[in-house]
DNA sequence: ATCAATGCTTGCAGACCGCAACCATACTCT
DNA sequence: AGAGTATGGTTGCGGTCTGCAAGCATTGAT
């Protein structure tokens, strides 16, 4: 049972204006969501968090940008000692990844300003209404994902674009 | 009634998300949803088709973008037919912009393009789910935009430039 | 008439992105 | 083993989007 016309452009429009509004907030100067972390360490740092270590290509895909792109991040962030590399012990060419002490610290002090700053955006809002929210952008992630996955978005471009709507 | 810790740092995780995967989307080269339009187009288009003849500052305060880049975008949509531009009668300094009708039909195609694409990848939904996610997520918008005027970014931090890109 | 304020444009630089070329290592095949 | 190919990662390059600061033209107040 699809959704109706009307449904899916409003969807899409409201969708379009959150991401824009998000983007905003992921730029350089939101110190306050960042704290001391570059603005593109947290998309590398969380899986590294939670999944041990990886290599640089791993992180490539859980964070959506291309190979190269990580290569340089990471690099920076090494510099910066959030992160350590170790030669892979199954393949001299790669290398694995692990957050540091400091990695970690910087991390959970950007998820206490995000947090924060959600609390105090969504200061009228009840449990129970952010739950529903919650659960529903989990769930358009996981179909997004699905959708992008299935059908290559552009036929000439090979890159692996999470694209959603905006 | 605030919301719980879990809530907000669930919802701000899921957020940050959803954020950065339609970051990817908004790409030029995607151009299964923007059509012909450049990928600027539709924040700056969709104002001049619901509110009329705006002003240039006031289409970029719309847009979220500096009236710098506002000026660039508007004068690049103007170069492609777009948009077209005569002088403010109230002011010489100004120009009132309006969408043609070349940029209605581009409006009208990205839609349509989004919408298609939506219901592509929300094709298990039920529209009172949809319906949902575009109440919540438009009370996010409103509450984050009260949010983000009450308390200036600027006023958090001046720019922090740490280069780090090799 | 003068001078500050306003609307917009442009020069500049920073941040992020992907592609292509490249090197070093791993794998495959004969 | 040797040759050829595939893979992981790095770097050069260009492109896009962004904001800041300086500049220009017009407006409005003194």
Redesign the pocket.
Known sequence: MPLSPETRERLSVSLAQLV?SG??M????ATHLHGDL???GW?LLLPLESDGD???????VR??????????????L?RAGYVE?RP?P????????RITARGLEALTTSRALRSEWTGTALAGWDDADAHRLADLVDRLLTDIERAVTASPP?A??????QAVAG
Chains 1, 2 share one sequence.
């Open positions: 824009r983007r905003h992921s730029s350089r100067a570059p603005s593109f998309p990886l290599r640089c290509s791993a992180l490539a964070a959506g940008i291309d190979v190269s792109v990580a290569s340089r991040q990471v690099a920076a090494e590399r892979d199954q393949d001299g060419r790669a290398s694995l990844l552009s000439a471009g090979h890159h692996d674009p």
